[in-house]
């Protein structure tokens, strides 16, 4: 047959990371899961491990990134959620903070501080990405952290309370999320890295959470922080520049900063798919073994169409989510919100298969001492995070429809 460069086949490398990751989450990750679940303790030992493996690491994140086919990351941190949902946070947590500032910080940002987010496999470190806030979740426009640039000092002052922060207050290195100009809403903001030991920077409540446990969550509290002006994310020229262009009603490029995040959503995705892959599995292997009225449970035909349709949705979402990963890493324009969508299905197709994973286990399925109880925990924030199932829907309205849906 004549071969047409079209191919759903894994790259050799690829298909290497596979298998280390997924070795990793079978003979680490998962034998840890319920003890840091009920512990609900970020799980410092396990991310040790993975950087002492090369896996939490700042090499191990940019070579996936950098992977040519786009599937580097989506595939190793299915495999890492497929492990465990909590403690695979506890791992790709640093990875937002990390990606914001690679995404447009300056070559001296981006060299001195993203190492300092890992650290090394002997002395391992945090970064936090901080952008929510209690008034403002999904409404990104209404973020009322202020930085007010201190011309005498050379210096910028960051007030404010931020929420729902992976590894909030504990982190070597935030990455906040700040309004320079409120009168011109999000186009006003910029990010801003606080260094380790940063005076006014301390954490407020930790969040106990339905799910994802092990992952640290809490509040940010921002007090008269002082930072050196160059560590506005990009510089403080170009911000200057663009907030110039905002105010003689030039277009900035917001749309631009919307492609960057649009391209970030198959890696959620992806994790997604790995709880929903994991309580797959689990039942299916409890299906052929578990006997009522004389039979293997998943020989009646009620089982067995469960299965069925949890087994397709998985398929279906996990194309999706490579096809909007490939497209991103190859610079298509995600012309009907490609990333959304893939996001948006593997969600809630994580909801819907952890729930039918329980419901097959039956009263079992309820319980903690078996994990499709966690994983349905866990399953519920990718509806949630990083854009709401509603918000995703109406970042594809709005795309497809070219209009400014309300």
Known sequence: MTNTGYSLDLSEDVQEVKQWVHEFARDVIRPAAHEWDEREETPWPIIQEAAK????????FAAQWLEPTG????????????????????????????????????????AEWVPQMFGTADDVK???FCASEPDAGSDVGSIRTRAVYDEANDEWVLNG????????????????????????GSRGQASFIIPPGTQGLKQGQKFKK???RASHTA???????????????????????RIARVREGKRSRGQAAMRTFESTRPSVGAEALGVARA?????????RQREQFGRKIGDFQAVSFKLADMRMQIDAARLMVHRAAWMARNGKDFDNAEGSQAKLLASEVAV????????ILGGNGYTRDYPVERMHRDAKIFTIFEGTSEIQRLVIGRTITGLPLR
């Open 352 to 359: 819907r298969v952890t729930e039918e994973a329980i419901q």
């Open 279 to 287: 309580a797959y599995e689990y039942a299916l292997d409890y299906a």
């Open 161 to 184: 309370t931020k929420t729902w922060a992976t590894n909030g207050g504990i982190a070597d290195v935030h990455v906040v999320v700040a309004s320079v100009h409120p009168d011109l």
């Open 71 to 110: 599937l580097g990351i989506p595939v190793a941190f299915e495999e890492l959620f497929w492990g465990d949902a909590g403690i695979g946070l506890a791992i790709v947590g640093t990875g937002l903070a990390a990606a914001s500032v690679a995404a447009v910080g300056t070559n001296d940002q981006i």
């Open 210 to 212: 339905h799910g994802i």
């Open 126 to 128: 945090l970064g936090a």
């Open 53 to 60: 493996v090369g896996i939490y690491s700042l090499d191990f």
């Open 219 to 241: 509040e940010v509290i921002l007090d008269n922080v002082r930072i050196p002006a160059h560590l506005i994310v990009g510089g403080k020229e170009k911000f200057d520049e």
